[in-house]
């Protein structure tokens, strides 16, 4: 049976005061098992303070993933951005590292005025330049390049799953809430999902959905994708067959919730999920 934990993206809201820390503590008291640390707005966090918090996480029993900042485009036409943008991961995988954390995601970049198969050349040549680095620092962490929700965005999951393959290192954080949102509604069944899974194993093995780095949440979308997250009953994202999915091919790993209502959207995964598991 997989065993799937999970979390939020960010600090509960319900925690004490806005730090990692309380948000750690109150996802305990919750019963949550997971916590994304969201560097959004850039990677401030000193690693000393990564060291303590990643401590704490694993007194607590509570898993990290990082988000990086949003700032981050490896398609930039200018190249001190781009460059920017490699040190921006790096110092997400950096901290992350430090604190212990599995992997780390971000939306890698935009395609703007360029073919996405130049852009794919581009994501993939600075994202070898950031293992790069790791390897000469050590730093052992998953790269996890998100698929994201709108189509002028590099990141469909056709697009993640190569460069994971073209790329030891790399590997997919599925956000199964941009996939439908970016193709106008679809996927967003059963077979759509288990389709999504298999399509992962087929193309990176086994081991890929052994420690799958996911995100869940409702979603609005539109003609130009994602529009915004939304709650979970709020929205027409079929979580229950995803759950379903999940269970069905065996899949452990992380899901951290990003709906606005991040703890009782992420408890309501968590529930659904375990009676699913529990027969
Ligand atoms: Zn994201």
């Given at each position: 049976m997989?065993?799937?934990?999970?979390?939020?993206?960010?600090?509960?809201?319900?925690a004490?005061?806005r730090?990692t820390?309380?948000?750690l503590?109150?996802?305990?008291?919750?019963?949550?098992?997971?916590l994304?640390?969201?560097?959004?707005?850039?990677?401030?966090?000193?690693?000393?303070?990564?060291?303590?918090?990643?401590?704490?996480?694993?007194e607590?029993?509570?898993?990290?993933?990082?988000?990086?900042?949003y700032?981050?485009?490896l398609?930039?036409?200018?190249?001190?951005?781009r460059k920017a943008?490699?040190?921006?991961?790096?110092?997400?995988?950096?901290?992350?590292?430090?604190?212990?954390?599995?992997?780390?995601?971000?939306h890698a970049?935009?395609?703007?005025d360029n073919d996405?198969e130049?852009?794919?050349v581009?994501?993939r040549d600075h994202?070898?330049?950031?293992?790069k680095?790791m390897?000469?620092?050590?730093?052992?962490?998953?790269?996890r390049p998100?698929?994201?929700?709108?189509p002028n965005?590099?990141?469909?999951?056709?697009e993640?799953?190569k460069?994971?393959?073209?790329?030891?290192?790399?590997?997919?954080?599925?956000?199964?809430?941009?996939i439908?949102?970016?193709?106008?509604?679809?996927?967003?069944?059963?077979?759509?999902?288990?389709?999504?899974l298999?399509?992962?194993e087929?193309?990176?093995?086994?081991?890929a959905?052994?420690?799958?780095?996911m995100?869940?949440?409702?979603i609005?979308?539109g003609?130009?994708?994602?529009?915004?997250?939304?709650n979970?009953e709020?929205?027409?994202?079929?979580?229950?067959?995803?759950?379903?999915?999940?269970?069905?091919m065996?899949?452990s790993?992380?899901a951290v919730c990003?709906?606005?209502?991040?703890e009782?959207d992420?408890?309501?995964?968590?529930?659904?999920?375990g009676?699913?598991t529990?027969?």
């Open positions: 997989g065993l799937i934990r999970f979390g939020t993206g960010g600090v509960p809201h319900s004490a005061k730090t820390e309380a948000g503590e109150r996802l305990k008291e919750l019963g949550l098992d997971h994304e640390v969201e560097f959004v707005r850039g990677v401030k966090m000193k690693i000393d303070k990564a060291r303590e918090i990643g401590k704490l996480a694993k607590l029993g509570i898993t990290l993933t990082a988000h990086g900042p700032y981050i485009n398609n930039s036409p200018d190249e001190d951005k943008s490699v040190l921006r991961i790096l110092d997400t995988a950096r901290a992350g590292y430090a604190m212990g954390a599995r992997s780390i995601t971000f970049a935009y395609y703007g996405p130049d852009v794919y581009r994501v994202l070898h330049e950031v293992l680095v390897k000469e620092e050590g730093i052992k962490i998953d790269i998100e698929t994201t929700g709108k965005q590099f990141g469909t999951l056709d993640i799953i460069l994971s393959s073209e790329l030891p290192g790399i590997l997919p954080c599925v956000d199964f809430a941009h439908h949102a970016r193709f106008g509604g679809r996927f967003n069944s059963y077979d759509e999902f288990t389709a999504i298999k399509k992962i087929r193309a990176l093995g086994r081991g959905l052994e420690s799958l780095h995100h869940m949440s409702g609005e979308y003609d130009k994708g994602e529009i915004n997250h939304l979970l709020e929205s027409d994202f079929r979580y229950r067959e995803l759950l379903k999915a999940l269970r069905d065996d899949v790993g992380y990003e709906s606005p209502d991040l009782e992420a408890l309501l995964l968590k529930k659904t999920y009676k699913l529990s027969h």
